[in-house]
């Protein structure tokens, strides 16, 4: 590296211009921080700039899920829908660089491929792909829990002629169902929301299923004038609510516990959740439904029960329901008569672990059982979360130390925060982190408030270099593990833990993220700051 390369452009570089990124600018700009935010998209949005697929939305109330910063913000912008889709999701992140003027900070089409640290002169180098370099005193990863979408491991995936789109890759241009032979691979969050879309006007859906997931009513609606007057005059008690709970949502568990209660009060209460809209059912369940497999047993059965009277083939039915794993011990997709599609004569079920797709030809999908003639495929087959974003980039710290050798093992962190050897760098919404299970923006927040408190730190005093120590990684990975321990998700297969069923090699658990709440979180960090950054090494 030559002299005037170890030179900083920038006091601060930011990879990701989503919700996380362009918060971190603006409270790096109040600082008084030269700042750069790097962001391979075409303009700013993240999650919503990249899943555009149909159907697309909140499964969060959207009052519970935009900014908090800014009370003119909240007042100036109006939500139409308690769970608002993506193209008006995106337009709130345009409206909020627009505010205040982000874009000026950012540069677009500029995807990273490698971070290099220079450890004599305390220096991060970014590399785009196409060549461009900036360098940065300190670097902030804000890419986001699903950065990496991953296709499935089936042969002759390039052959198919007719049309193929990845959900987390969809075309800015829209894309007509109408008539056609779709299949979609996939039945998690994402491919719920689009099968609800796509069976409204394809000639006939084939849904080839991998693995049934729990899914519960979204019950969605558009928010009325009278409701959009009470919401903005409720800001503060909504986001003291959300700071309150557990997982940063307006829903918390209930003290009750599900085998200390009567069976038809508990009934009743089952009832009531699924008669609500949003997570409710998920997050303000019984205490005791999401750490006790007794417990868990009742609210899995109530659900089971739901699907079965909403589907009317009792044999499909039986498809549906999962067999594998519990209510809500994976992440829980949020539907609008989804079961229902499956009563169309324009829709078949395909289970995949009686049937398994053998190839992709030229002309469909052949399973073991059947050629299935398609115009469109649609892969709903997820992300390599959490850490998928940082393994696509080559990210080196020091002595030349790669982040995908030092997580090889199994990821090791700090709060979620840093990683011991590599200084300077800061992952929010990383792994182990409690924004990669929580109402994202929420935590968010509290991930850049904190940072930028350090930040303003750094610059007052001068400082060239913060890095955690290898002691106090030890401490909190440990502390993540036992936390992960008492919840029934870590005894369950999901990106929670890590496996994905796409990836070679990718079956041991791993926990990626923090499940001490978001509470228990906040106060880590703050007890972290308040003690002078313990666990930190500042100078």
Not at 259 to 281: C, H, V
Not at 334 to 363: A, F, S
């Amino acid at each position: 590296m030559t002299a005037q390369e170890r030179k900083a452009n920038y006091d601060v570089l930011i990879i990701g211009a989503g919700i996380a990124g362009m918060y971190m600018l603006h409270r790096l700009r109040e600082i008084g921080l030269t700042t750069r935010v790097l962001e391979a998209g075409t303009d700013v949005g993240g999650t919503w700039y990249w899943n555009r697929y149909p159907g697309a939305r909140f499964d969060s109330e959207s009052y519970s899920y935009g900014y908090s910063f800014s009370k003119e913000l909240l007042e100036e912008w109006e939500w139409s829908e308690h769970f608002s889709p993506q193209p008006e999701n995106l337009r709130y992140c345009n409206f909020v660089a627009d505010k205040f003027d982000l874009r000026r900070d950012m540069d677009f089409n500029s995807k990273v491929t490698a971070a290099h640290f220079d450890d004599d002169a305390n220096l991060w180098t970014l590399e785009t792909e196409d060549g461009r370099r900036r360098s940065g005193r300190f670097l902030i990863t804000a890419i986001g829990v699903f950065a990496k979408p991953m296709m499935p491991a089936i042969d002759g995936i390039d052959s198919f002629k007719g049309e193929a789109y990845h959900t987390a890759t969809w075309p800015h241009d829209p894309v007509s169902f109408a008539g056609k032979r779709v299949g979609v691979i996939g039945t998690g969050a994402t491919a719920v929301q689009l099968i609800q879309e796509v069976a409204k006007t394809a000639a006939h859906l084939n849904v080839f299923q991998r693995t049934p997931n729990w899914c519960a009513p979204l019950h969605n609606r558009p928010i009325t004038a009278e409701e959009q007057q009470e919401i903005k005059a409720s800001y503060d008690e909504i986001f003291k609510k959300c700071r309150a709970s557990y997982a940063g949502f307006m829903h918390d568990s209930d003290r009750r516990r599900a085998l200390q209660t009567d069976a038809a009060e508990r009934e009743a209460f089952y009832e009531k959740l699924y008669g609500e809209p949003g997570f409710g059912i998920w997050m303000g369940n019984f205490r005791d439904v999401l750490v006790d497999e007794e417990a868990n047993r009742t609210i899995s059965e109530f659900v089971a029960r739901k699907i079965r009277e909403r589907v009317d083939d009792p044999a499909i039915a039986d498809k549906l329901v999962p067999t594998n794993h519990g209510f809500g011990t994976r992440r829980v997709p949020m539907e609008t008569r989804y079961y229902e599609v499956y009563n169309q004569d324009n829709v078949r079920l395909i289970d995949l672990r009686e049937t398994p797709i053998e190839r992709i030809t030229e002309t469909g999908i052949d399973t073991s059982a059947d050629a299935h003639d398609l115009d469109m495929i649609v892969y709903a087959t997820g992300f390599d979360a959490v850490t998928g974003g940082y393994s696509q980039m080559d990210i080196r710290g020091t002595g030349g130390q790669a982040l995908t050798d030092k997580w090889a093992d199994g990821v090791r962190t700090f709060l979620g925060l840093q990683v011991e050897g590599f200084p300077n760098m800061f992952t929010l919404v990383g792994p182990h982190n409690a924004a990669s299970f929580c109402n994202i923006p929420r935590c968010i927040e509290q991930n850049v408030d904190w940072m930028a408190d350090l930040m303003a730190k750094v610059k007052a005093d001068g400082l060239a270099r913060v890095e955690s120590t290898a002691d106090a990684e030890a401490e909190w990975t440990a502390h993540v593990h036992l936390m992960a321990q008492r919840m029934l998700f870590s005894k369950t297969n999901s990106w929670f833990t890590g496996i994905n069923s796409n990836l070679e090699g990718r079956d041991q658990r791993s926990v990626l993220l923090y499940a001490g709440g978001a509470p228990g979180y906040r106060d880590k960090c703050d007890e972290v700051a308040a003690a002078g950054y313990a666990g930190m090494v500042l100078r």
